[in-house]
Nanobody, 122 residues
Framework: QVQLVESGGGLVQAGGSLRLSCAVS????????MGWYRQAPGKQRELVAA???????NYADSVKGRFTISRDNAKNTVYLQMNSLKPEDTAVYYC????????????????WGQGTQVTVSS
């Protein structure tokens, strides 16, 4: 069973920083793209940042220049460094990972973490 466990959320003042981590566990062949999404109350879940297995990244326009996504393939972990946080960054943050079960099966699956709350006070 594949599990994603997030950590690092919390309460921070505007202008502050937080670092989210998401570790993938389970018996799998490989992890492809990994990403962070967020969902604020009353809003749809939106992509924050994503990173491929080769390290290519993309970001939502609202976080460019403030957030940095990275990954440690040896630890099956993805990170989100969030700087210059704003009250509008307040949301539940979810990580996800696209993975393959075994080398002989090309199908990819997607799993999600349970979410971690980030609250930015003004």
């Amino acid at each position: 069973q594949v599990q994603l466990v997030e950590s690092g959320g919390g309460l921070v003042q505007a202008g502050g920083s937080l670092r989210l981590s998401c570790a993938v566990s389970g018996s799998i062949f490989s992890i492809n793209a990994m990403g962070w999404y967020r969902q604020a109350p009353g809003k749809q879940r939106e992509l924050v940042a994503a990173i491929t297995s080769g390290g290519s990244t993309n970001y939502a326009d609202s976080v460019k220049g403030r957030f940095t996504i990275s990954r440690d393939n040896a630890k099956n972990t993805v990170y989100l460094q969030m700087n210059s946080l704003k009250p509008e960054d307040t949301a539940v943050y979810y990580c996800n990972a696209d993975w393959r079960l075994v080398a002989s099966i090309p199908d990819r699956f997607r799993s999600w973490g349970q979410g971690t709350q980030v609250t930015v006070s003004s």
